[in-house]
């Protein structure tokens, strides 16, 4: 089944520069920045500027430069955050959110970076 990115979702009108960001940092394939509804102290927002739905998507079509910018340019955030443990930080989770069962709110492909207390159990389960 072909992926079908909505070039109208906020992300895509944060990288035309449609509406304001708090940008960490920018590469040629990468952007990072807050998120607006931290729930974390640090609670940050990867995305490729290519127009790529979820991480399926982005592994299957994007190109090897992407691919690597996106990865080393996360390896660098969380080290600059403090948060790396290869460079003596506490530690930090990585979601990735894909389609509906994982209540994936914005369809373009993005990875939160959540650090800065303790985040407990990685899922909490219903009772
Ligand atoms: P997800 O459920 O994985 O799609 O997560 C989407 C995330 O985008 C949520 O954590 C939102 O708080 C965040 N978000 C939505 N709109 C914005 C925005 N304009 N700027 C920064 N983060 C946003």
């Known amino acids: 089944m072909p992926y079908d990115y909505d070039d109208q979702n906020i992300f895509a009108k944060i990288l035309r520069g449609e509406i304001p960001n708090k940008t960490i940092c920018e590469t040629e394939h990468t952007l990072a920045f807050h998120d607006i509804r931290?729930?974390?102290?640090?609670?940050?927002?990867?995305?490729?500027?290519?127009?790529?739905?979820?991480?399926?998507h982005f592994g299957a079509e994007a190109?090897?430069?992407?691919?690597?910018?996106?990865?080393?340019?996360?390896?660098?955030?969380?080290?600059d955050l403090g948060v790396a443990p290869g460079t003596g930080g506490?530690?930090?989770?990585?979601?990735?959110?894909?389609?509906?069962?994982?209540?994936?709110?914005?369809?373009?492909f993005h990875?939160?970076?959540?650090?800065?207390?303790s985040l407990g159990a990685m899922l909490v389960h219903p009772a």
């Open 90 to 108: 506490a530690g930090y989770r990585v979601i990735g959110n894909a389609g509906p069962d994982s209540h994936q709110e914005v369809p373009h």
């Open 63 to 79: 190109s090897e430069a992407e691919i690597v910018d996106f990865y080393r340019t996360l390896a660098k955030l969380s080290a």
């Open 111 to 117: 990875m939160h970076i959540l650090a800065g207390r």
């Open 38 to 56: 931290p729930q974390a102290p640090v609670h940050v927002l990867v995305i490729p500027k290519g127009a790529y739905v979820n991480a399926d």
